[in-house]
């Protein structure tokens, strides 16, 4: 199980990237504050666009949701995108 509480963008694709590997298929991904946050949100867009990953995520509650890791996906590292959220 992975779970991810990182209200920005670039949390969720540090985490994504640098450990989704590590869950094995059938295991869980949860996405803390998912529906509430849009820089998730915009993050898990290009995750299954980039990664090609063909889970859908299912709502817990008024913010968080989770999926269940369908197929091994090896991590693109070069279609990682730049900072998003940084003060710059």
């Known amino acids: ?6 209200n920005f963008y670039d949390s969720y694709q540090d985490a994504m990237y640098y450990l989704y590997e590590y869950v094995p298929v059938g295991g869980f991904v949860i996405f ?3 529906f509430t946050h849009p820089p998730a949100q915009r993050f898990w867009a290009d995750w299954k666009r980039d990664q090609g990953a063909p889970e859908e995520l299912t ?3 008024h913010h968080s949701g989770y999926f269940r890791k369908t197929m091994e996906v090896q991590v ?10 940084a003060n710059l």
């Not at 199980?1 to 990182?6: K, N, Q, V």
């Open 1 to 6: 199980m992975l779970r991810i509480d990182g």
């Open 32 to 34: 803390d504050d998912y």
């Open 76 to 85: 693109d590292m070069a279609r990682m995108h730049p900072p998003q959220d």
């Open 59 to 61: 709502r817990i509650d």
